[in-house]
């Protein structure tokens, strides 16, 4: 089957936070922040112009992915989850890659962020390889598990 990536839709808002919680709760916890941006994505995503996609198989929705805007031009890739059973098939990497792109679709959008966690190698590994550079830690993150930022760099290499 091949990857479809979608833009949000009210028929998927639920696969949304069932995605987010189910790694959240396994590796974390569920923080404050995570609870307002999972309850009401809307508000808290849509609509100051971010985005949200979702990854499919066929019917099965396996991933989402979301770009929050922090400021003017300044956007967070946040909320990024592969259940479990899809994770390590390249999925991840497609669902990212579209995020990128998306973000480069939006009008004067600068920069593109992400914070996570250090114990999350694989993570880690893919966003290295689509570009993103560490950048220490960031001081005014909003979560208590975050210890890693890194900031997306255009490649300047050609294709």
């Given at each position: 089957?091949?990857?479809?990536?979608?833009?949000?839709?009210?028929?998927?808002?639920?696969h949304?936070?069932?995605?987010?919680?189910?790694?959240?709760?396994?590796?974390?916890?569920?923080?404050?922040?995570?609870?307002?941006?999972?309850?009401?994505?809307?508000?808290?995503?849509?609509?100051?112009?971010g985005?949200?996609?979702?990854?499919l198989?066929?019917?099965?929705?396996?991933?989402?992915?979301?770009?929050?805007?922090?400021?003017p031009?300044?956007?967070?890739?946040?909320?990024?989850?592969i259940?479990?059973?899809?994770?390590?098939?390249?999925?991840?990497?497609?669902?990212?890659?579209?995020?990128?792109?998306?973000?480069?679709?939006?009008?004067?959008?600068?920069t593109?962020?992400?914070?996570?966690?250090?114990?999350?190698?694989?993570?880690?590994?893919?966003?290295?390889?689509?570009?993103?550079?560490?950048?220490?830690?960031?001081?005014?993150?909003?979560?208590?598990?975050?210890?890693?930022?890194?900031v997306?760099?255009?490649?300047?290499?050609?294709?």
């Amino acid at each position: 089957m091949t990857l479809r990536i979608v833009p949000f839709t009210p028929a998927l808002r639920s696969h949304f936070e069932r995605l987010n919680r189910e790694w959240l709760e396994r590796l974390f916890k569920v923080e404050p922040i995570d609870a307002a941006v999972l309850a009401d994505p809307e508000s808290s995503i849509l609509a100051d112009g971010g985005r949200i996609l979702f990854a499919l198989l066929g019917d099965e929705v396996i991933g989402t992915v979301a770009l929050k805007q922090e400021s003017p031009g300044v956007y967070e890739l946040t909320k990024m989850a592969i259940t479990r059973a899809y994770q390590g098939g390249g999925h991840g990497r497609q669902l990212l890659d579209a995020a990128v792109a998306a973000f480069q679709r939006i009008d004067g959008a600068t920069t593109l962020f992400l914070e996570t966690n250090s114990a999350l190698k694989p993570a880690i590994s893919l966003y290295e390889r689509a570009g993103f550079e560490h950048r220490g830690r960031k001081p005014d993150s909003h979560y208590q598990r975050s210890d890693v930022y890194m900031v997306w760099r255009a490649s300047t290499d050609p294709v």
